[in-house]
T-cell receptor, first 115, second 112 residues
Framework: EAQVTQNPRYLITVTGKKLTVTCSQN?????MSWYRQDPGLGLRQIYY???????DKGDVPEGYKVSRKEKRNFPLILESPSPNQTSLYFC??????????????FGPGTRLTVT | GENVEQHPSTLSVQEGDSAVIKCTYS??????FPWYKQELGKRPQLIID?????GEKKDQRIAVTLNKTAKHFSLHITETQPEDSAVYFC???????????FGAGTTVTVRA
């Protein structure tokens, strides 16, 4: 089954404790992205990757890191989480779009709480 | 960067009536405009999209219109049903990069 998976689905942690949220897709998509969803703010892009070893900042990259060592995986790293990073996080992937855009397939989401 | 504004933030309609959600964008270079539906507790899913070289697109009860001159696009849902109740997000993508900017969302409630 074609899908995007994220782990963990729920995480409660404390300020400053490094964490990684994993994202994996089995559709051989080149493009992957991370979003955070907060009430009243919609989905905001954190980082995206056009292919292996190619990443770029989205609209809200501060406090986050990413890596793309394999095509299927795109982990999100919070080196020193803070309470303002409490949010619902989505990973997404999509195929090449030929200059336009293509459907993004979202993972199930990770609910992160930083105390 | 791109700025997408979405209105209204909430919309309540009677079952069978139509619903319209409007979005404006700031970057005239944007060339792709998708709409995503997010049911409660679920992930967003694409319901329809339109490219800048098309003015209107329809898929059964949903349609999207694009006005490039005015830089706005709209989602139209006809004959609404209870299963249409969800949060709807519009988005815009610049032709020159891979960023996708989303609106803040519209919570649609269909009253039986």
């Amino acid at each position: 089954e074609a899908q995007v998976t994220q782990n963990p689905r729920y995480l409660i942690t404390v300020t400053g404790k490094k964490l990684t949220v994993t994202c994996s897709q089995n559709m051989n998509h080149e493009y992957m992205s991370w979003y955070r969803q907060d009430p009243g703010l919609g989905l905001r892009q954190i980082y995206y990757s056009m292919n292996v070893e190619v990443t770029d900042k989205g609209d809200v990259p501060e406090g986050y890191k990413v890596s793309r060592k394999e095509k299927r995986n795109f982990p999100l790293i919070l080196e020193s989480p803070s309470p303002n990073q409490t949010s619902l996080y989505f990973c997404a992937s999509s195929p090449p779009s030929g200059g336009f855009g293509a459907e993004q397939y979202f993972g199930p989401g990770t609910r992160l709480t930083v105390t | 960067g791109e700025n997408v504004e979405q209105h209204p933030s909430t919309l309540s309609v009677q079952e069978g009536d139509s619903a319209v959600i409007k979005c404006t964008y700031s970057d005239s270079a944007s060339n792709y405009f998708p709409w995503y539906k997010q049911e409660l507790g679920k992930r967003p899913q694409l319901i329809i999209d339109i490219r800048s070289n098309v003015g209107e697109k329809k898929d059964q009860r949903i349609a999207v219109t694009l006005n490039k001159t005015a830089k706005h696009f709209s989602l139209h849902i006809t004959e609404t049903q209870p299963e249409d109740s969800a949060v709807y997000f519009c988005a815009a993508k610049d032709s020159g990069d891979y960023k996708l900017s989303f609106g803040a969302g519209t919570t649609v409630t269909v009253r039986a």
